[in-house]
Every structure is written in structure tokens, then in C-alpha cells.
């Protein structure tokens, strides 16, 4: 596995603000429009480079861990109340 990984999309059309990109192996994936670059057109090539966020990763499992500690601590209130 790559560090980072770059490959290429084409911009096939924007229909209603959502960017509709193929790529090379035809699959299509769907972008808001407001994620395109400003100058792109119809019939484009995009470069991708899709690489790993250590710091908002490490921040996302922050936010579940105190979602989960928090859910805990409520059902154990309910439980304690029910008895």
C-alpha cells in the first residue's frame, strides 16, 4: 500500500450542483459541485490524490469515543432509575 495514492477522474457532466466523475475503470462517482475546482469543465481530467488525515482521524475517534462513553453513562442512568 501507497502513502498516498493519485489517480485520475474525467468530469463527465454537473447535473443539479452534483459533479458526475468517471474513472478510468468506469466507475462513477458523485461530487458536489461545489468541490470541483473553479475553472473545470465538462470533459476535464482530475487529479485525485487521496491520502491519509492522521490528525482528523485521530480527532474523529476522539468525538466516537465520547458519543460511546456518553451513551454509556445514559443507559446506565435509565437502568439505575428502573430499579
Not at 447535473?15 to 458523485?30: N, P, Q, S
Not at 461530487?31 to 475546482?37: F, R, T
Not at 488525515?53 to 475517534?61: F, H, N, S
Request: aromatic share 4%; glycine share 8%; no cysteine.
Amino acid at each position: 500500500m501507497y502513502e498516498e495514492s493519485i489517480f485520475h477522474v474525467s468530469l463527465d457532466r454537473v447535473e443539479e450542483g452534483i459533479g458526475v466523475l468517471i474513472t478510468r475503470e468506469g466507475h462513477t462517482w458523485l461530487l458536489p459541485g461545489e468541490l470541483l475546482p473553479a475553472d473545470s469543465a465538462e470533459g476535464d481530467v482530475l487529479k485525485v490524490t487521496l491520502q491519509v488525515d492522521k490528525e482528523e482521524t485521530d480527532l474523529l475517534a476522539g468525538r466516537i469515543r465520547d458519543l460511546q462513553a456518553r451513551l454509556l453513562e445514559r443507559t446506565a442512568n435509565k437502568d439505575n432509575k428502573g430499579t
